[in-house]
C-alpha cells in the first residue's frame, strides 16, 4: 500500500543508491505503518532539469511516501523522520553540489485507492 516516489536531480544519479534507499525504506516503514514489505511500491523520477533558489548549482531530492489516510499525525511525522535519514544515508556528497533533500508524507483516500495483484 504505501506508494513511494523520489524526485532526484540527474547530477545525483551516481551518488544516489536508489536501490538501497528503496529496500532500506521498506524494511524499515514495514513495521511502523503495519504494512507488509511485499506491499510497498517504489518509484524514482530523474529530473534532468531544476532551478532551486537563485539559480546557483544545486541538487535536489524529495521524497513522497503516500498511506492510507486515517493514521495519526505522529506516525506520519516518524515515517517522515525515518525516510528522510534513509535519503540521507543513501546519498554521497558530490563535490560542489549542495543537495537539498525534502519530504513529504501524504495521505491516500480509502474510498479511491485499489489495488489488484495478478
Same mark, same amino acid.
Given at each position: 500500500?504505501?506508494?513511494i &516516489?523520489?524526485?532526484?536531480s540527474a !547530477?545525483? #544519479?551516481g551518488?544516489? +543508491?536508489?536501490?538501497g534507499f @528503496?529496500l532500506?525504506?521498506?524494511?524499515?516503514?514495514?513495521?511502523?505503518?503495519?504494512?507488509?514489505?511485499s506491499a510497498f511500491? &517504489?518509484?524514482?523520477?530523474?529530473? !534532468?532539469? #531544476?532551478?532551486?533558489? +537563485?539559480?546557483?548549482?544545486? @541538487?535536489m531530492?524529495?521524497?513522497?511516501?503516500?498511506?492510507?489516510?486515517?493514521?495519526?499525525?505522529?506516525?506520519?511525522?516518524e515515517?517522515g523522520r525515518?525516510?528522510?535519514?534513509l535519503?540521507?544515508?543513501?546519498?554521497?556528497p558530490?563535490?560542489?553540489l549542495?543537495?537539498?533533500?525534502?519530504?513529504e508524507?501524504?495521505d491516500l483516500?480509502?474510498e479511491?485507492y485499489q489495488k489488484l495483484?495478478?
Amino acid at each position: 500500500m504505501p506508494q513511494i &516516489t523520489v524526485e532526484y536531480s540527474a !547530477e545525483l #544519479s551516481g551518488a544516489f +543508491d536508489r536501490r538501497g534507499f @528503496a529496500l532500506a525504506l521498506h524494511q524499515t516503514l514495514s513495521p511502523l505503518v503495519s504494512s507488509e514489505v511485499s506491499a510497498f511500491k &517504489t518509484r524514482f523520477r530523474q529530473i !534532468e532539469e #531544476s532551478v532551486i533558489g +537563485d539559480g546557483s548549482p544545486a @541538487a535536489m531530492v524529495h521524497v513522497r511516501v503516500g498511506l492510507l489516510a486515517g493514521r495519526p499525525v505522529e506516525l506520519k511525522q516518524e515515517v517522515g523522520r525515518v525516510a528522510i535519514g534513509l535519503a540521507r544515508d543513501h546519498l554521497k556528497p558530490v563535490e560542489g553540489l549542495p543537495a537539498q533533500l525534502t519530504l513529504e508524507v501524504y495521505d491516500l483516500d480509502r474510498e479511491q485507492y485499489q489495488k489488484l495483484v495478478l
